[in-house]
């Protein structure tokens, strides 16, 4: 587990100005990790660390040689390349390691700074890739709000199967399509039927939704064959990103049983570009509890640690833009604010329960942890929900109406992390917009 250090120390400015603005994602107190190159450049992908609004380019920090310690310049050379999976690999202690050092290099009156002045590249010119290479990416479902309101639509009566308060749910879902903030998709196509019907047709999709989730990446792996307890179960996780798993709902109503969804989900997926690591979300944790009524976790899936500080307080926020506002210039309208602190498992369970059954996880492999809907109806996590399955469009600012998401609109999920005494952090953006099927 991570511990507060003096990499949280709210008192601690930078060198770069745009880190200490007070309302920036990427004060020097977050430190995430992402892949970029200057935008338009044939330069080789490597790793960065935002700071304000600039990205610290971890090669030209090697090519300074403005790290001493050996342990930190170790996971340097692992975090420069073109994508982490070599970093993610190395562990807590690496991660840890490195994180310090860079914590100390850009910190106001740091020596390194004379060093380290032209390391900087603004984010505005950068391109941001997928920052490791996704072997293989799993979708959980871990708001119980939304697994109820989704399921009050389906089965009005039985809106939780009996699983549910057991495990963690999950299926496999699509690396290939997974791209970050930007993507730009083509409504999917695919087969659906009118209400009631059971003979479909082929088509663009109707019902076109996004679902409002925060990913987990895999650091270090597991061998196959071997379980991992729930104490040391965060120490295989890495960091956390925004992640919209975009669902085609009518495609999704026709083909998902029973064996679950399949081309409803893997067309696109959109990803934060940054990974906000688990130790600099430390501030933010929470006690996870269950409800005194409810089955408590068998043994497998539950520690007094979990108990405790299991739970991450993240806020997180659904904007649209549609074509019409963007011709306007009018700006964004918040579709719905929502915690992940309200889901009904932590990362350190969806880990435990993923290799329960001696199912090896690789350095990079990404967790999706469900659309996170809170416990009122407009903290609903999915177009789905707020429009009560289509039946109630939701009224923009503008005056536009929305069930689903239509062609142009632009859909942003932001988040971030306040704590008292602590330093505010974000996430940046995970934006993705919808263009007509082809
Ligand atoms: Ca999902």
């Not at 997180?316 to 210039?329: A, C, F």
């Amino acid at each position: 587990m991570a511990a507060l250090n003096e990499t949280h120390d709210p008192a601690l400015k930078s060198w770069v100005d745009s880190a200490n603005t007070g309302d920036t994602d990427f004060p020097i107190q977050n430190l995430p990790f992402g892949v970029f190159r200057r935008a338009g450049s044939d330069e080789p992908f490597r790793g960065g660390v935002a700071i304000g609004d600039q990205i610290l380019d971890l090669a030209a920090v090697r090519v300074a040689r403005a790290i001493r310690s050996t342990v930190a310049a170790n996971a340097l050379r692992a975090a420069s390349g073109a994508t982490l999976n070599a970093f993610m690999a190395m562990g807590p202690q690496a991660w840890s390691a490195l994180r310090l050092a860079l914590s100390r290099a850009l910190r106001d009156g740091a020596p390194a700074q004379a060093k380290l002045a032209g390391a900087l590249v603004a984010q505005r010119d950068a391109e941001m890739a997928v920052p490791a290479s996704i072997g293989d990416f799993t979708d959980f479902y871990t708001s119980i709000y939304h697994a109820t309101a989704v399921g009050k639509l389906f089965r009005p009566d039985n809106p939780l199967l009996p699983n549910y308060k057991w495990l963690p749910i999950a299926y496999h879902g699509r690396a290939s399509s997974i791209a970050t903030s930007g993507q730009r998709f083509h409504r999917p196509k695919g087969q659906t039927t009118p209400p009631g019907g059971n003979t479909p047709s082929y088509g663009p999709c109707k019902r076109l939704d996004y679902e409002l989730e925060l990913g987990a990446f895999v650091g270090v792996g597991t061998t196959m064959g071997t379980t991992v307890a729930m104490e040391s179960a965060e120490q295989h996780l890495f960091g956390v990103v925004l992640l919209n798993d975009w669902s085609a709902r009518d495609i999704q109503a026709w083909e998902y049983q029973p064996l679950g969804p399949f081309l409803a989900k893997s067309f696109a997926t959109t990803i934060s570009p940054w990974i906000v690591t688990l130790e600099a979300l430390e501030p933010y944790r929470a006690a996870w509890t269950r409800p005194a009524d409810d089955p408590q976790p068998l043994p497998h899936l539950d520690s007094t640690d979990n108990r405790s500080r299991g739970a991450i307080d993240i806020g997180l926020e659904v904007w649209l833009e549609s074509e019409r506002m963007r011709r306007e210039n009018s700006g964004p309208a918040l579709l719905s604010r929502s915690n992940f602190r309200d889901s009904y498992w932590t990362w350190a369970q969806m880990m435990a329960h993923h290799a329960s059954n001696g199912c090896n996880l690789a350095p990079g492999d990404l967790f999706g942890s469900g659309t996170q809907s809170g416990p009122r109806p407009e903290e609903g996590g999915a177009l789905l929900e707020l429009s009560k399955g289509g039946k109630e469009p939701v009224t923009l600012a503008n005056g536009e109406t929305r069930t689903f998401v239509e062609d142009g609109d632009t859909i942003t999920f932001r988040a971030s992390c306040t704590a008292e005494g602590r330093a505010r952090i974000g996430f940046g953006a995970c934006s993705g917009t919808v263009l007509p099927a082809t």
